[in-house]
């Protein structure tokens, strides 16, 4: 809608995607000095913008937007400012079906922190809105609301519009398709087992979420980790996970505390990865 508004074509959509991610950055910069350090803000979002597929902010993608809806709903939660928070998240679920799941993180952390509800918490049963329009457009259009399910199958075999639990993607990637992976074709190669490892490290950190972040931080990366490989595949988890940042605050955090040669290893690695994941990308690869 946004490139339409400016004329369409592809540097209008550039345009948006880097305009949303210079606000996101903003925004995730404010929020997080509510409860960190400048230290660690600012080494959270070096790490988002080094991460191997950080490239995809920049491009005609949904995740620079949606970022930006998200840090910034967010943000005004935390400040209880509810009214921009619920029209931001129902944005945000307009821009991603994820978006959905700031409602139930908000109303869990309000009755985790024992708040009174009011007449004010009424806006936040905005944030379906989003998700509902889109589904109305999607039956308008094509005359099916979930085709955002029902299309699943049709971008890899192993993708399933029939939600598959995490230790069956887990056994299909170690029984399955890592065995059966053709090592001779790089671009392949080092994709599936980027998505792997990346599904491993977010598996590890949610669950670490758990005990150093706050609720709805740990339930946003939680959920926004799980909700993807209901599809029975890691397949584009590498960008789905770039707009997951609690997992960035985690990292921050501890590479804080970690010695000046872990600090390195990690920099070059997640730099050399970023490197490679553009290279692949703007030759036409599929990457995520």
Not at 63 to 83: A, D, G, T
Not at 120 to 125: E, F, I, S, T
Not at 127 to 143: A, E, Q
Not at 165 to 191: D, E, K
């Amino acid at each position: 809608l946004l490139i339409k508004l400016l004329g369409g074509g592809v540097w209008s959509g550039i345009i948006i995607s880097n305009i949303s991610f210079f606000l996101a950055l903003l925004g995730l910069f404010k929020l997080l000095r509510i409860d960190y350090s400048e230290k660690v803000t600012k080494l959270a979002i070096v790490l988002l913008l080094i991460f191997p597929t950080s490239f995809y902010f920049g491009a005609v993608y949904t995740e620079s937007i949606f970022l930006c809806f998200v840090v910034w709903s967010f943000y005004f939660y935390r400040k209880n400012k509810i009214f921009p928070a619920s029209v931001l998240g129902m944005l945000a679920s307009g821009t991603r079906i994820i978006g959905i799941i700031l409602l139930p993180i908000y109303l869990l952390e309000l009755y985790k922190n024992k708040i009174k509800w009011s007449k004010k918490h009424l806006w936040l049963l905005l944030i379906p809105l989003g998700l509902i329009f889109y589904m109305l457009y999607l039956y308008k259009i094509y005359g099916d609301s979930l085709m955002f399910f029902h299309a699943l199958p049709s971008f890899g075999e192993q993708r399933s519009s029939i939600p598959v639990l995490l230790p069956q993607v887990y056994y299909r990637y170690i029984v399955r398709i890592l065995p059966n992976l053709n090592y001779s074709y790089f671009a392949g190669t080092f994709t599936t087992i980027m998505e792997f490892v990346v599904g491993i490290i977010f598996l590890i950190i949610s669950v670490i979420s758990l005990i150093k972040l706050r609720l709805s931080y740990s339930l946003y990366l939680i959920l926004g980790y799980l909700i993807p490989t209901l599809s029975g595949s890691f397949s584009s988890l590498l960008r789905y996970v770039v707009v997951l940042f609690p997992a960035f605050i985690l990292f921050s955090v501890w590479l804080n505390k970690a010695s000046k040669t872990i600090k390195f290893i990690c920099y070059t690695i997640l730099f050399v990865g970023l490197i490679i994941s553009l290279s692949l990308f703007s030759r036409g690869f599929w990457l995520a």
